[in-house]
């Protein structure tokens, strides 16, 4: 592995979904200050929202780490007011379930503009970044659009798929999923940088972002799976399930209707080890889920307990830095 003087690899690639992916890239930052980090981020969430292009999960990694994120919420801009929002409410427009900001609106404007002119979303993420510096390289995972789409149960009996979104935010997770679909993947191509970015790391890091929508959305664009199971570069996850629960986020709702215990050791198996066909090399658990560590290494995957809570910037730093400790010990 390529090792800068600190001792950190030289080039790291994550998969990142929405908030706690992006919270725990800060603490990889932190971690490697003098490497290249490239973020590919999840666009499964993306939605159009009254004629606008709304990415989520690239304008969370943006905002958090371009200085911009509404600590609060964990989306959206911070001094942030909804003005146009009650506006739109006020004619009646819907959804209204969705909460676009004031301040927000103006990066959807810039992205709508520069797609309509027939810019590719990922030269439109270049470009918002600009402004942000977030000191990473952040690449969608696809240029085509991908839109995860949740299958509910209706009345009578029936199905219906309704947008990502709406099953989020609108229903909070809370009517059951009964299947996610990743409408337009098959069409779906990796955005230019990506397959190298995984091929030519020296560490490769998921974060503990969601396994299913965000993660899991990640590694159904074709080929993707196929780069993180040939890379040279070590794959280290980092579990999003503290003793059995989300840290934050319905991950446990995602996770049940896939028919996966809401566990770390069932996350680390869902992703499954590298050499059985999987994407994973290590799996760090929180002390929590110790009792965890043997099933999981049982697997074929190097599993360490620590604390994974990322209370302070210091702590997701530190775990930020166990992850890329072990990296590098499965790589020598
Ligand atoms: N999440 C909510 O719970 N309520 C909202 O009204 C909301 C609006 C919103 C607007 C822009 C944006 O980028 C994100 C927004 N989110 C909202 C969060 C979003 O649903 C999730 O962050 C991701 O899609 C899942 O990671």
């Known amino acids: ?45 993306d939605i159009w929202i009254h004629g606008l292009r709304v990415c989520p999960d690239l304008d969370t990694v943006m905002y958090t780490l371009g200085g911009g994120i509404s600590e609060e919420r964990g989306w959206g801009r911070q001094d942030e007011t909804f003005t146009v929002k009650d506006e739109l409410a006020a004619y009646g427009m819907e959804p209204s379930w969705f909460g676009l900001g004031d301040r927000d609106i103006a990066t959807h404007l810039v992205r709508t503009q520069l797609l309509a002119a027939g810019y590719p979303l990922s030269a439109v993420t270049e470009a918002l970044c600009l402004r942000w510096a977030p000191g990473v390289r952040l690449l969608p995972m696809s240029d085509e659009r991908a839109e995860t789409h949740v299958v509910v149960d209706e009345e009578g ?7 990502f979104q709406e099953w989020w935010v609108r229903h909070q997770a809370r009517i059951p999923a009964r299947a996610f679909v990743l409408v337009g993947v098959d069409d779906a191509k990796p955005a230019p940088g990506v397959i190298e970015a995984i091929e030519g790391a020296d560490a490769v890091v998921l974060p503990p ?68 066909g999987g994407v994973l090399d290590g799996w760090l658990v929180d002390d929590a889920d110790a009792g965890d560590v043997d099933t999981v290494a049982r697997l074929g995957i190097a599993c360490e307990a620590r604390p994974l809570l990322m209370s302070t910037p210091d702590d997701t730093r530190a775990i930020a830095a166990a992850a890329l400790d072990l990296a590098a010990r499965l790589r020598s």
Do not use: K, W
């Open 209 to 276: 972002s969601n396994p299913v929508v965000s993660i899991g959305t990640i590694l159904q664009v074709p080929g993707i799976r196929e780069a993180l199971g040939r890379t040279p570069a070590p794959v280290v996850g980092v579990s999003p399930i503290i003793g059995g629960r989300p840290v934050r986020g319905m991950a446990d709702a995602c996770l049940t209707a896939l028919g996966v215990e809401t566990s770390a050791a069932a996350v680390a198996a869902h992703y499954g080890a590298r050499d059985a």
């Open 1 to 45: 592995m390529r090792m800068r003087q600190s001792g950190s690899p030289a080039r790291i690639t994550a998969l990142a979904g929405g908030i706690g992916g992006a919270r725990f890239l800060r603490g990889l930052i932190a971690a490697a200050p003098d490497a290249e980090i490239t973020v590919i981020g999840n666009t499964g969430d």
């Open 157 to 163: 009996g029936t199905q219906r798929a309704i947008h």
